[in-house]
């Protein structure tokens, strides 16, 4: 199962080779998450209506690895918008993908933009 | 870059790389690290819970990506072999050299064997790796497979208990076999010790004190110990653990100073003979002591890292002994020097034979201080003691309140904990101080327990700790003015209480407007739910209809399974089911491949359903007449019945029939946490209805009410409220008690310890229910009754709006399911593919 996490890598913004259209913004529902498919990679994007800001990243959540991160709530800790995992409520920052819990558990995040309604991630490959 | 080597990644060699990468100069450093085990650094303190629920990977202190992320490069399953000082290399078992330009020895140590006839028979093992608990697991089952059941453990120490522990939770008939008259002999005195033992016997464990073991019997397996007192002890396996000797062949061929009973000499900088060479743990020899404790281990490799930096940190003169764990369910701790008797000391000593209590201080004459002490079945007081003993602290003038508390039960003994000096240790395993917890909150870098946990790491080695770092914390917040009040979260400063009646009051109806108006942030996942459930109880809302601020269960109306799959749980009122509808729930279960199970409150839960077949599984439950069980929600889940006066023989009145009728007059309620009921027709009590949330009991002349009977991990039995109730009364006080609790309970609160932390108990319940002495009993009905009406099954909503329906797609740009779920047969059925 380690093998799966090593499919995710994070993006920034300028390194970006492919925006990848993953749907209209109607179709993320607000204030919470959706998972995506690009190639094999599952991504988590979510979209925090009240601040009107877009995240994504990994939909595995590295602590015990299952695909459910997009089904988990988001929030924020003194501003930093997060998702906890539907499963242990493992917390994680959707800035740089790092554990916010205090452990050394991490994801990889993605880059999102909004043009003309289409939401795009961004993809090195 | 300076090379940098450590030989061992356990527990000490692994804190020397923390330490190591904390610093700034670590980017001028390559550190590698060799460790003979198969994985990375381990909790060894906690090995015996590998055998209950905790995995190896719960036992794991950092991941591999944890050591790459710092390049780190960890060679595990790799064995250095020899040193060469001259040159300054290390060769591995593969003949692989590496060379150093400072050399940390972190090798530990390795179980001691007395050299007793027939130790190398089959079914003698030790205690110390995961490997070596793998061992005995595999030994355990072939044993039991074979009808034998008997384990013995050689050493009565502190390990040897633990592997007694491990012995009692593999099922085994446990024996503790120890050479001294007493066990524990380096912590305890005669009195505790044999308290202890009370206490271990009366758990099923067998205790033979001053044995001496002349050889071990058994053709090719062990069948038994023979003594030197000319008894005898039948066991089919034996776990030796008679102390540890530090492994320091690699030091001795390196040519480096070596204690006469072995250890690697080594200073106050944890240096060797050999300047370029350090030492820690369990291997190195410092005041010509061994310590096998984590806590001066730690301290060694933060001592040596510093070193290395080019710091001058040196390891405290006397190392403190004291410990304090969990023996098979028994307290233990002792400190300072536990046994000192003489002129110059008074002893105190308190003993409870009947429940198994002994405590014991050494105070010097004068009264002034606290020079040790041990205490055995209540460790309560440790905390306390130990800063006491380790500040050397001025006593209270009737020391002995130190173990037996005050008489006018004015607090700790301690006074108020902000007495202790900046420089009191608080946490020996992370070395944490006074000063540096009350500093982190008093610089404003926290505000709560959790905030200085993760600056500090303090509570995060055995968590003995953490009741005093809670107090400091709360009682430096209180120093600051900031009131400590038990809020939501982050995003709101209220209690549960207050949220409710604020939403109440001003006829709030969704999460956004309630954090505008009351809160502040976005929100996370402890106040959304928190919200949700309000939300619920007043407006009596299902969880369709904000389901961005659902719970994880609730707000796909199932329960989430360890691979991200789903279980599914239709109502059966009172757990009264006609065979066709059996018969609906078998062929569903068997079209979608589910695991099928029986629960703990007379329903069927069926695992395994991808979210994209919870709409279609969920669709053919209601079209055959079943509805949502609500077994994913806090909310009213069964109400348990005995089959009663209508087939029973003994049966008083018709509990089937009046635990239909209260599951569905309550069915789709939310509360602050799970709710369950139990109705039983006459007091031998089949439906077990004394542990609910709410029990209902035939007797003559009616039901007798038993409320509060939920503890969660702590069982509680149900409390009586009212008796020889007729059905409308009953379901009347039931109303008012559930809303009561509804309005008033915290967050995730039960109602065994609802009531405990009402004022005035149970009386005080009565009053309000029975007696109506707050005038509310009427609002609290009407609004029961309210929610009562209002009842909509969220499954029917749910498949029938499309809107809904979207929810249930796992990708939203795709529509294959999830292909990472597997499973792996179990019994007739499946399970989730173990990680």
Redesign the interface.
Known sequence: MQELLKKYNSVKTFEVKNWFRAGTIDQFPSDSGACVKYNDKQIAVFNFTRTNTWYACQNLCPHRLEMVLSRGMTGDLNDIPKIACPLHKKTFSLIDGKSLGGDDLSISVYPVKIEDENVYIGFTD | MKKVIVIGNGMVGYKFCEKLVSRSEFKEIRLTVFGEEPRPAYDRVHLSEYFNETGADDLQL??R??YE?HNIDLKTTTMISTIDSIHRTVTDHKGNTYCYDKLVLATGSYPFVPPIPGADKKGVFVYRTIEDLDAIKSYALKLKENGRSTAAVLGGGLLGLEAANAGKELGLETHVVEFAPRLMPRQLDDNASSMLADKITGMGLGIHLNKATKHIAGDDAITGLAFADDTFLSTDMLIISAGIRPRDQLAVSAGLLIGERGGITVDNKMQTSNPDIYAIGEVALYNNMVYGLVAPGYEMAEVAADQICGGDKRMSPSIDMSTQLKLIGTEVASFGDPFIENESVSVITYENKQKGIYKRINISKDGSKLLGGILVGDSSDYNTLFQLYLNEMKLPEDPEVLILGSRDGAGSALGNVLDLPETAQICSCESVSKGSICGAILEGNCCSVKDV??STKAT?GCGGCKPMVSDLVTETLKSMGKTVKETIC??FELNRQELYDLVKVKNIQDY?TALNEFGK?????IC??VLASIFASIHAETANRQ???Q??ND??LAN?Q???TYSVVPRVPGGEITPDKLMVLGAIAKKYDLYTKITGGQRIDLFGAQ?YELPLIWKELIDAGFESGHAYGKALRTVKSCVGSTWCRYGMHESVTFAINIENRYRGIRSPHKLKGGVSGCIRECAEARGKDFGIIAVDGGWNLYVCGNGGANPKHAILLAEQLDDETCIRYLDRFLMFYIRTAAPLMRTAPWLEKLDGGIEYLKDVIIRDSLGIAGELEEEMESLVDRYTCEWKQAIEDPEIAK?FR?????E?P?E?ISYVPLRDQKMPKP?
Not at chain 2, 521 to 525: D, I, K, Q, S
Not at chain 2, 810 to 814: K, L, R, S, V
């Open positions: 950092a991941s990506s944890w992320s946990i993760t995060t982050e995003h956004d942030g976005h929100g996370c996942e959304k739910p389901p961005a601020i719970d994880s707000k796909f989430i360890r691979n991200g979210l929810r796992h990708f939203i740009n795709a294959d999830d990472n990680w």
